[in-house]
RNA sequence: GGUCCCAUAGUUCAAUGGAUAGAAUGUCAGAUUCCGGUUCUGAUGAUAUGGGUUCGAAUCCCGUUGGGACCA
């Protein structure tokens, strides 16, 4: 049991023996003490007023009394107006610390084949251009997210659906077709997924300039675009396609393995990985047998022209089109059919889609309309919406080339670890190796902490000086803190200083000390708090403030240097615990921690 | 037209309905015999707006303004 929920059942019994009444446990408070007054925990009494029916003080000072006699760890208490705020005795916290830092485990929920199961998809690219800024802030959410629902007791299975068909591909298909000559990754030495996506640029420039050469002729947009030949084309490759024409099938399967291979150096580079894979040209056709059969159990209707509708307006939404007149799928028929399929391939308990928040109103549909076809999750699926990636000039636009490649970015910021750490030449003995791994480890640490320390739902602003800039708040400062901790122990070992490896009780803690162990001991709160929330901001934030609690303490106390040896072992304790703790919160963001940098 | 989301220092981000709204960055001024100067300390500066709910509101509710998204 933790302090808090210790304090929490000792103050509800406070309530009960001296005012006689039984409390809500909702009404109880227990929170950490501000860090800008005395105290370790703090138990919020004016809602507690009620029963006291007292002022604030007096109350405060009854409960205390009551805690400290049931509590001897209750070194002292204080009264300040309705907050009551009792410090814990040194030998307490650094049994704290010894206990956690025993715990290889500490904070993390243990995962067994009876834990929950929850699949998380995230990634969920179109087969017609290279992943870009946006998707990668959807990546390391889902990831993060991942290992975060792991380490908090979870069955985790990592999914992906990847959109193979539709008039996308077909575009770059023809582009390719028309104009390729015949282009391979291996003949123009181009990343596949970049390939595909030159040749869907080079559709849309073509079509541009016939729609162009039309309206010149005297049509309007619209009959422009309804008269272009190429998106004709496009869609009767599109038909031939859904046909099964063995030459049109043929082209598809080639280029797409392309798209597939190219995106596989990209999930490596940015250290994401799934464990199962969907694709969309093999899920419609069951989303299309699920809407026909919900047509005949009555959940749904057809309209005149025959296409099929589910109607939601009892549910406070509107009348939403599963399949259009002609037969074909939209997206929500896809996503109806690849509910089915990971619902026949695995006991899932809890579904979640790491999907921008552009699709809110879809996934509100969709959450519905699997209720109604009998997925038992289907109402309490999470729709886990993240805000969009801007830049500090704006959106990104693709019309104006502004667009931020994936590919592109980490290996930019790849380059600028390199030269940053160079200068610094704290690697020597290091294999050029050993080094690139190290260089990898800072730029992705920088992107994937400046990226996930930011609250999922809010749209945010990318700065890519600011996020190689290695100072302030970002993941190399932390990993800075982490690798300075090792060369802690590195010199201990040089200079034969001999850690038994836990700190003895009797100590007086310092300020700095006393925070970084409150610190310390918050971390498994976080971590479910952040599970609970799907919020691997939390994580982040904390990480931070780890970091640079440390870096007081570490600037204030001599560590090594330290003659005192119970001192000196109660310190070398604490570091090593918090380097424990900031390679365990970077891994929970995805993230991996250098011992030198 | 309908629905949804957002608004906090110059900028980028924090703050389970709790105390004097925190950081980072920027600017200015300092510290360090030392275990890694990518450190540490101080100063500066913000809840868009008008109501309401309550012991207490950046947070919850209603209106206004501004920005974004989605649905036909």
Known sequence: MTTELQIKKLAMEAVHALYGETVDDKLVQVQMTRKDQDGDFTVVTFP????SKKKPEETGE?????????????????????????????????????????????????VTDSSPMMMIEYSSPNTNKPLHLGHIRNNLLGFSLSRIAHATGNRVVKTNIVNDRGIHICKSMLAWHKWGEGATPESTGTKGDHLVGEFYVMFDQHYKKELAQLIESGLTKEEAEKQSALMAEARELLRKWEAGDQQVVQMWEMMNQWVYAGFDVTYKAMGVDFDKIYYESQTYSVGRDMVLEGLDKGVFYRKEDGSVWVDLTSDGLDEKLLLRSDGTSVYMTQDIGTAKLRFDDYSIDKMVYVVGNEQDYHFKVLSLVLDKLGFN??????????????????KMKSREGTVV?????????????????????????????EAEQVYRMIALGALKYFILKVDPRKTMTFNPRESIDFNGNTGPFIQYTHARIQSIFRKAEEKGIVWKGAAPSGLELNEKENN????????????????????????????????????????????????????REMRLTLCKVVGNIIRKSMWLLGADVPDRM
């Open 516 to 567: 970084l162990i409150r610190t310390i001991a918050n971390f498994g709160n976080v971590v479910s708090e952040a599970s609970a929330m799907y919020s691997p901001a939390l994580v982040a934030n904390y990480m931070y403030e780890l970091a640079k609690e440390y870096n007081q303490f570490y600037h204030d106390s001599p560590i090594l240097f330290e003659e005192n040896e119970p001192l």
């Open 62 to 110: 009854d409960i205390g009394r009551y805690l400290q006699s049931m509590m001897p760890e209750i070194a002292s208490y204080q009264v300040i107006k309705g907050f009551l705020n009792l410090t814990l005795s040194h030998d307490y916290w650094i049994g704290v610390l010894n206990h956690i830092f025993s715990d290889e485990q500490y904070g993390f929920v243990p």
């Open 48 to 51: 507690l007023l009620k029963f």
């Open 377 to 394: 999750w289907g109402k309490d699926l999470v729709h886990f919406s993240y805000g969009m990636v801007e830049l500090p000039e704006g």
């Open 405 to 433: 490649d994936a590919d592109d970015l980490m290996a930019e910021m790849i380059k600028t670890a390199r030269d940053m750490s160079r200068e610094l030449g704290k690697l020597e003995g290091y294999s050029d190796e």
